[in-house]
């Protein structure tokens, strides 16, 4: 089974792949993957700028976890979405050295749900599950990983609101 774990950049996908790991699980960072299909890099935001779709549509079928940003672009058989609340995802994010226009960018991103709804459209409800990780710790957030990847939790998200973040972070 491929089971994917994305989430806007700072919400803990790393920290749950390292300790995914650690248990013995096989945890491909898709990051190392990407290099063949960077367009350019945005000198702006400092980000490379990747042909998501090419990239995808390349990838061959993963047994285990696959982590990143972009795991919801590939056909998982079940997608797990890391949230933070856009507040503490500015905290965390600080430390990186990013510019405050890029941890903007990532805070909206997550007030507004964009992954979420893109992770939706692509899926079928019983494939999804959202993870808060605003107070939880890694290793709590690996263990609800595993229980749903088993089948011992059922599919969950959309209970997250945080639309009033919003107008703090654009
Ligand atoms: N569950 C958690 N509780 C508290 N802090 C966390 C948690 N998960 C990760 N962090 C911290 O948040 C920061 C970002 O985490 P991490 O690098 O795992 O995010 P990411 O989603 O992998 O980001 P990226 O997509 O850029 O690789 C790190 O400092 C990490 O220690």
């Known amino acids: 089974m491929m089971i ?11 920290a749950a792949a390292k300790l995914l790991q650690k248990l013995g699980h096989p945890v491909l ?11 350019e890099h945005d000198d702006a935001s400092g980000s490379d700028v990747v042909d998501v779709d090419a990239w995808a549509e390349a990838f061959p ?4 976890f696959v982590e990143g940003t972009f795991a ?7 997608i797990v979405i890391l949230r933070c609340r856009p507040d503490v995802l500015r905290e965390r994010l600080a430390p990186r050295g990013y510019s405050e226009e890029k941890i903007r960018e990532n805070a909206e991103a997550e007030a507004l749900d964009v992954i979420l709804i893109e992770t939706v459209d692509s899926f079928a409800s019983e494939q999804i599950y ?3 990780t605003t107070s939880t ?5 690996v263990r609800s ?4 990847a088993k089948g ?6 959309g209970s997250l609101d945080w639309s009033e973040y919003i107008t703090d972070v654009i």
């Not at 994917?4 to 790393?14: S, V």
């Not at 079928?61 to 285990?64: A, F, K, Q, R, V």
């Not at 990983?145 to 749903?148: D, N, R, T, V």
Request: proline share 8%; aromatic share 10%.
């Open 72 to 78: 919801h672009y590939l056909p998982c058989d079940k």
């Open 61 to 64: 079928y993963t047994e285990g």
């Open 152 to 157: 011992e939790s059922p599919a969950s998200f």
């Open 130 to 132: 959202e993870i808060d």
């Open 137 to 141: 710790d890694s290793e709590s957030v």
């Open 29 to 39: 960072d898709l990051k190392t993957t990407v290099g063949p299909f960077v367009l």
């Open 145 to 148: 990983i595993l229980s749903f």
């Open 4 to 14: 994917g774990i994305t989430g806007t950049p700072g919400c803990g996908k790393t």
